[in-house]
């Protein structure tokens, strides 16, 4: 889940959060396989650069700052832990976009991060990878699934999270460091 901070000196842009759950897997079918080369595959204690340059690539157009906040232990035991997974999505071979599912919360499953290499976005390619990393979230201990996005991500993520089936539970103004 995202923390919600206070504006300082490091915390200058403005955005609402908007924290989103569901309670029981998805109803609708998952979107179809694209018609392209595609393989996901789970990045088994992925080196902390290969990591780096996923949240960087993805990130760095919605202003992803926290995770390079992080002292690099603290986040080499959050992306090693056995109960967080990175997936990372391949198309003809390269890295396409990648997810990151979080299980340590017992009954509680986050999509703590998802998102699309630039490259990649508008190719249809997205929709079918989130309708993964939904059905990845559910399992039999699992009760609950939830994601957040703020007002300063990609223009279509607060939509797509709906359509794969979240609900907004609530909205909260925080402030976020500017990337470089």
């Given amino acids: 889940m995202a923390e919600v901070f206070d504006a300082d000196e490091q915390r200058t842009l403005e955005t609402v959060i908007t924290f989103l759950e569901m309670t029981a897997p998805p109803r609708r ?58 997936i990372v999505l391949y198309v003809g071979g390269v890295p396409a976009g990648f997810a990151e599912l979080d299980f340590r919360r017992g009954d509680t499953a986050e999509l703590a991060l998802f998102g699309m290499l630039p490259e990649f976005i508008g190719q249809g390619l997205g929709g079918y990878f989130l309708d993964w990393a939904v059905n990845a979230l559910w399992r039999p201990d699992i009760e609950r699934a939830q994601v957040d996005t703020n007002s300063r991500d990609h223009p279509r993520a607060l939509a797509m999270y709906q359509k794969a089936g979240f609900e907004v539970v609530r909205r909260e103004k925080s402030w976020l460091v500017p990337g470089d």
């Fill in 29 to 86: 079918p998952s979107r179809p396989v694209p018609m392209r080369k595609i393989a996901i595959l789970r990045a088994e204690n992925p080196p902390l650069s290969f990591y780096l340059w996923l949240y960087r690539t993805v990130g760095a157009a919605w202003h992803w700052t926290d995770r390079l906040a992080l002292p690099e232990e603290d986040l080499i035991s959050v992306i090693h832990d056995p109960a967080v997974e990175v």
